[in-house]
């Protein structure tokens, strides 16, 4: 799966947990993508991928990651429940 077509598969899958009559938008705060098994002749690599992604409706929070060796997609979703502010001070 390339690295496209994994973010519209999360995309997609979370449109369809929010499942919105109002419009919004879903954007990726973060992305990583690693190689799992060995490149000899023997044994096969897959690559799996995970993001973070927001959105502009909600507070919710999504951590999808794609493992190949299954050929899943899971989907974890995170409310943010507490907030902190700090100022940070140069003299401190």
Do not use: H, P
Not at 24 to 29: L, N, V
Not at 32 to 61: C, E, H, M, P
């Amino acid at each position: 799966m390339t690295v496209n077509e994994f973010i519209s598969l999360c995309k997609t899958k979370i449109g369809l947990y929010l499942n919105s009559q109002t419009e919004y938008s879903i954007y990726t705060i973060w992305k990583d993508y690693w190689t799992v098994g060995q490149t000899g002749d023997s044994v096969s690599s897959v690559d799996n991928q995970r993001a973070i992604f927001g959105n502009t409706l909600n507070d919710k929070y999504f951590d999808c990651t794609y493992n190949a060796l299954e050929d899943k997609l899971y989907m974890k979703v995170y409310d943010i429940d507490d907030t902190e502010e700090y100022t940070l001070n140069s003299n401190v």
